[in-house]
């Protein structure tokens, strides 16, 4: 039972991590285009990786 959740726990972790990397693609891609160039929209992107990375991985 405890292997199974391990296991369960595990997948999802790896899912989550697949799924933040795909989202730091999607922000540096944002980065890349002219039309997204304001820093102030590139420092909310940022903020929001930050956020979204330190709540998965460091809670």
């Known amino acids: 039972m405890l292997i199974l959740l391990f ?3 595990s ?3 790896l899912l989550l991590h697949s799924y933040s990397r ?3 693609a999607t922000v540096e891609h944002l980065y ?3 039309w997204v160039n304001s820093q102030h929209l590139q420092r909310q992107c940022a ?3 930050k956020t979204f990375l330190n ?3 460091c809670s």
């Open 55 to 57: 709540y998965y991985f």
């Open 47 to 49: 903020s929001f990786t």
């Open 7 to 9: 296991n369960r726990k």
């Open 11 to 13: 997948r999802s972790q």
């Open 32 to 34: 890349s285009c002219s």
């Open 22 to 24: 795909t989202l730091q």
